[in-house]
């Protein structure tokens, strides 16, 4: 079996030993902005701060469903490899 790909120190640091409990922390701030952000905008903002508010609450979210997802397994439940991500050159 191949050892996992890691692309970003963030990824090698969430596989080693207290990546569970730095997933669950990552994910409690993740969780704290976005609802910092969203109170925010629940108060009323102006056009510009309530853009960068709503952009900061979802991104928050995107980044809480990220960590919730986890590394995608190297191998399918048969035991083959798992079909290569979609290529997307914006992620480069």
């Known amino acids: 079996m191949n050892a996992p790909i ?7 640091r969430l596989a080693a030993p207290g990546g569970a409990e730095l997933r669950a922390s990552l994910s409690r701030r993740m969780a704290a902005l976005e609802a910092a952000a ?4 629940e108060r009323g903002l102006a056009p510009a701060a ?12 995107a980044a809480q469903e ?12 048969a ?9 997307n050159s914006l992620s480069r």
Do not use: I, K, Y
């Open 6 to 12: 890691t692309l970003t120190e963030l990824e090698e």
């Open 38 to 41: 969203r109170a925010q905008l």
């Open 50 to 61: 309530f853009q960068n508010a709503q952009a900061l609450a979802d991104a928050a979210r």
């Open 66 to 77: 990220v960590l919730a997802t986890g590394s995608p397994p190297s191998l399918s439940a």
């Open 79 to 87: 035991g083959a490899p798992a079909a290569p991500l979609p290529f």
